[in-house]
């Protein structure tokens, strides 16, 4: 797969759970790609949530690797 495609389906899976965080009052936003690790940055409501890193693995991380099995981490740079 190249850049651009797992580029491509890193945003089709945000777009995908993204509407979960709005409903909640928060947002995600893609700052990078590097290696098989993407980079992250978790908005609004999701900064303080004590369950957010419970939201990143299962949630974000869980549906990325389904549209881009090749990502191996996903996290959260404050």
Known sequence: MTAEETLSNVEKALEEIRPFL??????????????????????????????????????VEATIKKYAPQIDEVINVA
């Not at 990078?32 to 303080?48: P, W």
Request: net charge negative; glycine share 14%; hydrophobic share 35%.
């Open 22 to 59: 709005v409903s909640d009052g928060g947002n995600i936003k893609l700052l990078s790609i590097e290696d098989a690790v993407v980079k992250v940055q978790l908005e609004g409501a999701c900064t303080g949530c004590s369950v957010n890193q419970m939201t990143l693995k299962n949630g």
